[in-house]
């Protein structure tokens, strides 16, 4: 791809977007948050502009990235969700069908309800929240109706450093850099990180091959909230310094509000049946993620 268009690029996964593409093609990247110089305004509901952008930058490829991430807000929003992770993925899909271009979406691993111990590309989604719903419709509005197309879902999310990371590893290390020496932590919320670099890395390998469809794209390994957070606290060298104390999902009901599936661990079976499954495991990529983007960051 010598051309490339990225909307909704100014966040977690869009750091890590620009920074794997941008030395290989040609970019466009917009927002509406645009925090980087290589960073353009486009609000992606507003169709006719989203139209006129991406045909005036004639990509070979669009990238839908951008979404509202903060479940509690889109819980309290929904009309605001529907119009931003549903109705404007189905403008990208309008828009890349009308270029015959292939179109990027990112799905998430919460669109499951939980009682699985672990999901696979096939298994059926039953999505609990706003959040989860608009998204998983947007999932399937990409499936039905784009042309060419690759839905990857991401896990939890890891990336962006202390700037624009906006979860669960940015939330333990504001905790740590404020030099909490406790730390309350759900036991009940089990899940699989997604570095962001490991995934535009896999998504650019699925590009390169044009293998077309839907994979999930997690980090190798399960696990859940208390395991991540004991390893950020080990791999700060903090170990013995800091305790974590396990909580029920109730502690935090006032705060965390929107429903949550138990359990959301994804595995990668296509990947891995493609043998294309660059994806690391996750405490591999949790060390490099603390190592590049928080060095320093706890010093006093
Ligand atoms: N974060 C996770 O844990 C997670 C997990 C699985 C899948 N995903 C998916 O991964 C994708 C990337 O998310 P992320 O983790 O990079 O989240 P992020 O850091 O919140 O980035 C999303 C970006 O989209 C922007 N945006 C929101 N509404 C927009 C609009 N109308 N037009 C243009 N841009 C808009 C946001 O701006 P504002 O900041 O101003 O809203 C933000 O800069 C999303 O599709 C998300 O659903 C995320």
Not at 34 to 63: H, K, M, Q, S, T
Not at 122 to 144: C, T
Not at 183 to 196: I, Q, R, S, W
């Given at each position: 791809?010598?051309?490339?268009?990225?909307?909704?690029?100014?966040?977690?996964?869009?750091?890590?977007?620009?920074?794997?593409?941008?030395?290989?093609?040609?970019?466009?990247?917009?927002?509406?948050?645009?925090?980087?110089?290589?960073?353009?305004?486009?609000?992606?509901?507003?169709?006719?502009?989203?139209?006129?952008?991406?045909?005036?930058?004639?990509?070979?490829?669009?990238?839908?990235?951008?979404?509202?991430?903060?479940?509690?807000?889109c819980e309290l929003h929904p009309d605001e969700?529907?119009?931003?992770?549903?109705?404007?993925?189905?403008?990208?899909?309008?828009?890349?069908?009308?270029?015959?271009?292939?179109?990027?979406?990112?799905?998430?691993?919460?669109?499951?309800?939980?009682?699985?111990?672990?999901?696979?590309?096939?298994?059926?989604?039953?999505?609990?929240?706003?959040?989860?719903?608009?998204?998983?419709?947007?999932?399937?509005?990409?499936?039905?109706?784009?042309?060419?197309?690759?839905?990857?879902?991401?896990?939890?999310?890891?990336?962006?450093?202390?700037?624009?990371?906006?979860?669960?590893?940015?939330?333990?290390?504001?905790?740590?850099?404020?030099?909490?020496?406790?730390?309350?932590?759900?036991?009940?919320?089990?899940?699989?990180?997604?570095?962001?670099?490991?995934?535009?890395?896999?998504?650019?390998?699925?590009?390169?091959?044009?293998?077309?469809?839907?994979?999930?794209?997690?980090?190798?390994?399960?696990?859940?909230?208390?395991?991540?957070?004991?390893?950020?606290?080990?791999?700060?060298?903090?170990?013995g310094r800091v305790t974590i104390h396990p909580?029920?999902?109730?502690?935090?009901?006032?705060?965390?509000?929107?429903?949550?599936?138990?359990?959301?661990?994804?595995?990668?079976?296509?990947?891995?049946?493609?043998?294309?499954?660059?994806?690391?495991?996750?405490?591999?990529?949790?060390?490099?993620?603390?190592?590049?983007?928080?060095?320093?960051?706890?010093?006093?």
């Amino acid at each position: 791809m010598d051309r490339m268009y990225i909307a909704g690029c100014g966040g977690m996964l869009g750091q890590a977007f620009y920074e794997e593409f941008s030395q290989r093609a040609e970019l466009r990247c917009t927002d509406i948050d645009v925090n980087e110089e290589w960073l353009d305004y486009l609000d992606f509901r507003e169709f006719e502009r989203y139209r006129a952008d991406v045909r005036a930058a004639a990509p070979e490829c669009l990238v839908h990235l951008g979404a509202l991430t903060d479940l509690e807000y889109c819980e309290l929003h929904p009309d605001e969700t529907y119009a931003t992770n549903t109705m404007a993925v189905e403008n990208a899909v309008y828009i890349a069908n009308e270029l015959g271009i292939p179109l990027v979406y990112v799905g998430t691993a919460g669109i499951f309800d939980g009682r699985q111990e672990v999901y696979d590309d096939w298994d059926r989604p039953n999505p609990l929240g706003v959040y989860a719903r608009a998204k998983w419709a947007g999932e399937e509005f990409v499936k039905h109706n784009a042309q060419t197309y690759l839905v990857c879902r991401a896990g939890w999310m890891m990336g962006g450093g202390p700037r624009k990371d906006k979860k669960f590893v940015q939330k333990i290390m504001a905790q740590l850099r404020g030099g909490a020496s406790e730390l309350a932590v759900v036991d009940d919320k089990l899940g699989t990180p997604t570095y962001t670099r490991d995934f535009a890395r896999n998504v650019r390998l699925l590009l390169e091959r044009r293998w077309w469809g839907l994979y999930n794209m997690v980090c190798q390994g399960l696990t859940g909230r208390l395991e991540v957070a004991q390893a950020i606290v080990d791999e700060s060298g903090l170990g013995g310094r800091v305790t974590i104390h396990p909580v029920g999902s109730d502690y935090f009901a006032d705060s965390y509000f929107a429903p949550r599936p138990d359990c959301e661990r994804l595995i990668n079976r296509k990947l891995a049946l493609r043998g294309l499954d660059a994806m690391r495991p996750w405490r591999e990529a949790l060390a490099d993620y603390l190592r590049t983007d928080y060095e320093g960051y706890l010093l006093p």
